[in-house]
């Protein structure tokens, strides 16, 4: 028995395969989930902005794979904004969502007892800087629109949003930049990724 989603156009999203699409591409999702934990984006440090740059390209690139449209990168004043979006369910309300690529330093690394970015399984945790604050939870919105996408369409529009300053506290930055702002006007709800801002 399907469980359905309706959508504006028909094509409905079939949850139960977006969870089986989702299961059995595991190993897959994990290995992207790596992938951006390996990247040192430490927003604080100058040294580390290229990796900056590099991780709001990893994300762009993964949100064109996944299909959402009007992929970019964004410049700011500071670091970059990654931004996508999906808007074709027509008279349906669009959720935006929010999230940072950014991660807070090491230091002190003598306390790590794995390297920050050389992400390790251990039992059911992955652990790396920025794991649960907050690539794993980008990760997991982005793909979960990605299963949810391959089974039908999605029943809501989406606006997605990764900026590389929230651990330096400057969202002002994007505030104030009119081309990134005005990408969420319209935006009915929005949802944070994490509650560890
Ligand atoms: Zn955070």
Not at 57 to 74: A, D, P, Q
Not at 88 to 114: C, F, M, R
Request: charged share 20%; aromatic share 8%; with cysteine.
């Amino acid at each position: 028995m399907h469980q359905y989603v309706s959508s504006s156009r028909g094509l409905e999203l079939q949850l139960d395969e977006a969870v089986s699409f989702a299961s059995q591409n595991h190993v897959r999702y994990l290995a992207e989930l790596k992938e951006l934990l390996a990247i040192q984006s430490i927003s604080t440090l100058t040294e580390h902005k290229p990796d900056m740059v590099r991780a709001a390209e990893w994300l762009s690139r993964h949100m064109s794979g996944i299909g959402l449209n009007h992929v970019e990168i964004i410049p700011t004043q500071g670091h970059p904004v990654s931004y996508g979006e999906w808007l074709q369910a027509a008279n349906k309300p669009t959720v935006l969502i929010y999230g940072h690529y950014d991660v807070q330093p090491v230091d002190p690394i003598s306390e790590w007892t794995s390297p920050p970015f050389d992400p390790v399984v251990r039992g059911d945790n992955i652990f790396a800087r920025g794991a649960s604050d907050m690539k794993g939870n980008a990760i997991a919105v982005l793909k979960s629109l990605e299963a949810c996408m391959k089974a039908g369409q999605l029943p809501v529009n989406v606006k997605v949003l990764f900026e590389g300053e929230e651990e330096i506290g400057s969202p002002h930055r994007l505030s104030r930049s009119h081309s990134a702002r005005s990408r969420f006007s319209g935006s009915k709800a929005e949802l944070s990724l994490s509650r560890l801002w």
